[in-house]
């Protein structure tokens, strides 16, 4: 459960490997600053940009039409 290079807790493989034991060492040593973390994921492609243009014009209802 110990690191050898760094004396840490290593990290967990499944759920089932956290215990009242494994946080007990962790306070005790703290975790393993060894383990390598995982690769940045790339950013996300940019949305295309959108045009602004006038709104569409929206037929009036017939109220309306009648009142003028």
Not at 3 to 19: E, L, S
Not at 36 to 43: F, R
Request: hydrophobic share 35%; with cysteine; proline share 13%.
């Amino acid at each position: 459960m110990l690191c050898q290079m760094c004396n840490g807790v290593r990290p967990a493989r499944t759920t089932a490997d956290y215990t009242l034991a494994r946080a007990r060492q962790i306070l005790r040593h703290g975790l393993c600053s060894c383990a390598t973390t995982p690769e940045p994921q790339q950013a996300p492609a940019p949305l295309p940009v959108r045009e602004i243009g006038p709104e569409p014009v929206r037929a009036q209802p017939a109220s309306v039409i009648e009142s003028r």
